[in-house]
């Protein structure tokens, strides 16, 4: 496949659980398809490292959102314990709109 990241998101989009580059080797495939034949997401080091780059990238500006919304809404203070966790961070908030 192709060593693109547009190329990589789109498979995952389409419902992709495997990605290999062109210059996968014969056991390599063979382990990807006996792989995600049970249920494995396989994708090759490169394409797996690009990936996880991607989700921690997003998951900082989620954090990063969360706390200038923390912000505009006037909270004051310390941000809450969690900040980093945006399913707490969510929660915390609403918790201080209700108590203003």
Do not use: C, N
Not at 39 to 64: C, D, N
Not at 66 to 93: F, I, N, S, Y
């Amino acid at each position: 496949m192709f060593d693109d990241d547009a190329s990589v998101f789109q498979a995952m989009r389409a419902g992709a659980r495997g990605y290999l580059l062109k210059g996968a080797g014969e056991q390599e495939i063979e382990r990807a398809v006996r792989g995600v034949a049970d249920g494995e997401a396989i994708f090759g080091p490169a394409v797996a490292q690009r990936v996880l780059a991607t989700l921690q990238l997003a998951a900082v500006i989620v954090s990063a959102l969360l706390v200038l919304t923390w912000m505009v809404r006037g909270h004051k203070g310390r941000l809450p314990a969690g900040a980093r966790e945006p399913g707490r961070m969510r929660l915390r908030m609403r918790l201080a709109d209700r108590e203003d």
